[in-house]
């Protein structure tokens, strides 16, 4: 592996992992904190509605990494392709990271701000429920690519 290559590896294998954490950590703390606000305020200063305007707000800001992770995937994985390295497993996580990704960032967010500046009611509806649970499932399916993709490279830059 050449020197230059080994550290955009490392870069890459970081960039993963960070993005990887920040994603479990959105889901797995900071969403349970904000949806349980009472909890942690001893008083209900916030409704389910504002609670979820403020978690759109982390979600928002968690995007950007989305995309330069996407960006990151299609440019690393794509030389990787074009000098030969092909693997059917990485090439399905590849795909999956950047349809997912692309999915969260441009099609569910979106969707899901538009909603609820439509009104509280509108978070209310079985179209928002319906878009919000595809979201999760998304992002978890994004999760997991980036699992796979970390769990490969790492796998093939430890040889």
Known sequence: M?????VATMAYL???GATFGAV???GAVVAPVIFNSKEYLFSSILNHYQEGLLMTQNFIR????VNLTMISIFLYEGYKYKMGERDKFTSSATL???MSGALFSFYYLPDIINMQLAGEAMTKTKEFINT?????IDFKI???S???LMILNMKKACK
């Open 24 to 26: 479990v950590f959105a």
């Open 2 to 6: 050449k020197p230059y290559f080994r």
């Open 14 to 16: 970081i960039l993963l």
């Open 142 to 144: 994004f999760a997991f």
């Open 146 to 148: 980036l699992l796979a």
């Open 96 to 98: 999956l990271a950047i």
């Open 132 to 136: 919000h649970k595809g979201s999760e």
């Open 62 to 65: 968690l995007s950007y990494l």
